[in-house]
T-cell receptor, first 111, second 112 residues
Framework: KQEVTQIPAALSVPEGENLVLNCSFT??????LQWFRQDPGKGLTSLLL?????REQTSGRLNASLDKSSGRSTLYIAASQPGDSATYLC??????????FGSGTQVVVTP | SAVISQKPSRDICQRGTSLTIQCQVD?????MFWYRQQPGQSLTLIAT?????????ESGFVIDKFPISRPNLTFSTLTVSNMSPEDSSIYLC?????????FGPGTRLTVL
């Protein structure tokens, strides 16, 4: 059974610092990995999708890497801003055809 | 990317009653998914809804408690039946496009 873990569970940084969020998964037979952002009490916003054949994806200040063999993905957010404060979730789509979510990292960026 | 809307956005209900949540997508999709997010928790898949067939439920979820309708390729409903305070959660629908999943804004349900 696939297990997805996100460390740390919570993170607080001053504005301007880079954020590094980690996601690990136990079964490397995945189709893709997706990073989401969730604001309190709201739905999920898709940030980046990395296909299993890719090593990384970039969008603006966001960069996500994928190392399938070691079961890890890292989301980097450069030059953090208070508006980046949210919970970040990773999810893997496996051969079982369903999305398996991690428990999330709650990020606070202080002005 | 698909644009998904949900109604209601939030509700407060009495125990023993039922609530139906609607999910509308701006394009035709084969599969729609319903998730539950309990307070402080991550997302758990309730069921997958295909148009024209019965929904497929995950372990721990049953049709009598969470009946789902999928009358066409752009719309689905999830009913939370005979509610108890343990059903207080955010309920989200999602769709898949090109292996990427998109989510609606969620329905925040509080059961008293």
């Amino acid at each position: 059974k696939q297990e997805v873990t996100q460390i740390p569970a919570a993170l607080s940084v001053p504005e301007g610092e880079n954020l590094v969020l980690n996601c690990s998964f136990t079964d490397s037979a995945i189709y893709n990995l997706q990073w989401f952002r969730q604001d309190p009490g709201k739905g999920l916003t898709s940030l980046l999708l990395i296909q299993s054949s890719q090593r990384e994806q970039t969008s603006g200040r966001l960069n996500a890497s994928l190392d399938k063999s070691s079961g890890r993905s890292t989301l980097y957010i450069a030059a953090s801003q208070p508006g980046d404060s949210a919970t970040y979730l990773c999810a893997v789509l496996g051969s079982w055809g369903k999305l398996q979510f991690g428990s999330g990292t709650q990020v606070v960026v202080t002005p | 990317s698909a644009v998904i809307s949900q109604k209601p956005s939030r509700d407060i209900c009495q125990r023993g009653t039922s609530l139906t949540i609607q999910c509308q997508v701006d394009s035709q999709v084969t599969m729609m998914f319903w998730y539950r997010q309990q307070p402080g928790q991550s997302l758990t898949l309730i069921a997958t809804a295909n148009q024209g067939s019965e929904a497929t439920y995950e372990s721990g979820f049953v049709i009598d408690k969470f009946p789902i309708s999928r009358p066409n390729l752009t719309f689905s409903t999830l009913t939370v039946s005979n509610m108890s305070p343990e059903d207080s959660s955010i309920y989200l629908c999602s769709v898949e496009e090109g292996n990427e999943q998109f989510f609606g804004p969620g329905t925040r349900l509080t059961v008293l």
